[in-house]
């Protein structure tokens, strides 16, 4: 008797949890109506106009997902590149190396190309550095200034109002994930920031183990918590995410297939302003 109260009991958190979870879901597709993925935008009068459909690339919001490896940008940043093509920013990509650690540099390029098509990201708004200082490797620490140089050029090149890349913590605590925040750092506190008039600066939040791999359960937490910034994938969005992770087939080990259902990061995204 007392175990079936016990399921019982259980079974009612669970649809309960799972209501919230709905409710949360609503008022956020709600608030994209307006054209509103946090505080990270400005005021909703701006947010509103920023992708607005039909407007020309000089009135889009130019956006630069800066990443340090192929894979980066569905394994972490998926429901962040989805919405803000689903707002129609005008979206490029920046990776700071071919991911060449195990020798697949080549292969790995035109995976990120795949994967981004994939996405909606079209190959002229990808670039890959490829430079012999800056190594896929996880015991390698970057240079600061010439990683931060590059990273500023391609800023000012391309004109971009929002950048978005990893925190201080990198979601998997990668030193090359960890540069380039550090990178961006750097560049504040030497006076060559990229954070220009009309230029803001989102970090993906790195969230401790047991929410890593909640997978969608994590949305209640993730809403209530503190954040400048909020991007949630709709099913037929998931379905998009997974297919760009396919295109990543030299990586497609037994556990990145486990990782598609059960990370958060491929169904939530918080941000911080730096």
């Given at each position: 008797m007392g175990s079936s109260a016990g399921l019982?009991?259980?079974?009612?958190?669970?649809?309960?949890?799972?209501?919230?979870?709905?409710?949360?879901?609503?008022?956020?597709?709600a608030g994209l109506a307006f054209g509103w993925c946090g505080r990270a935008w400005g005021s909703r009068e701006r947010q509103a106009g920023l992708g607005a459909r039909g407007a020309g690339d000089s009135e889009r919001l130019a956006?630069?997902?800066?990443?340090?490896?192929?894979?980066?940008?569905?394994?972490f940043f998926c429901p962040t590149l989805l919405t803000l093509l689903r707002l129609h920013c005008c979206v490029s990509v920046l990776c700071l190396s071919s991911g060449n650690y195990y020798g697949q540099g080549e292969v790995r390029k035109k995976e990120l190309l795949a994967s981004c098509g994939t996405l909606g990201v079209p190959e002229t708004q990808v670039t890959v550095i490829d430079h012999r200082d800056l190594p896929d490797s996880p015991a390698v620490q970057w240079d600061m200034?010439?990683?931060?140089t590059l990273v500023l050029k391609h800023i000012q090149d391309n004109h971009i109002q929002l950048v978005v890349t990893f925190?201080?913590?990198?979601?998997?605590?990668?030193?090359?994930?960890?540069?380039?925040?550090?990178?961006?750092?750097?560049?504040?506190?030497?006076?060559?920031?990229?954070?220009?008039?009309?230029?803001?600066?989102?970090?993906?939040?790195?969230?401790?183990?047991?929410?890593?791999?909640?997978?969608?359960?994590?949305?209640?937490?993730?809403?209530?918590?503190?954040?400048?910034?909020?991007?949630?994938?709709?099913?037929?969005?998931?379905?998009?995410?997974?297919?760009a992770m396919w295109c990543h087939r030299s990586q497609l080990l037994w556990f990145r297939h486990l990782y598609l259902f059960f990370s958060r990061y491929m169904f939530v995204n918080t941000f911080h302003l730096l």
């Open positions: 019982l009991f259980l079974s009612a958190l669970f649809v309960l949890y799972y209501c919230v979870i709905k409710v949360i879901y609503r008022k956020y597709r956006v630069l997902l800066l990443i340090a490896h192929p894979d980066d940008e569905c394994m200034q010439l990683l931060s925190d201080q913590g990198g979601v998997s605590s990668h030193a090359n994930h960890i540069a380039l925040y550090k990178s961006v750092r750097w560049s504040h506190q030497e006076r060559k920031d990229p954070r220009r008039p009309g230029c803001r600066i989102l970090m993906l939040e790195t969230v401790n183990i047991f929410r890593k791999y909640i997978s969608i359960l994590d949305l209640p937490i993730s809403w209530f918590r503190s954040h400048d910034g909020i991007h949630v994938l709709t099913s037929q969005e998931y379905k998009r995410a997974k297919n």
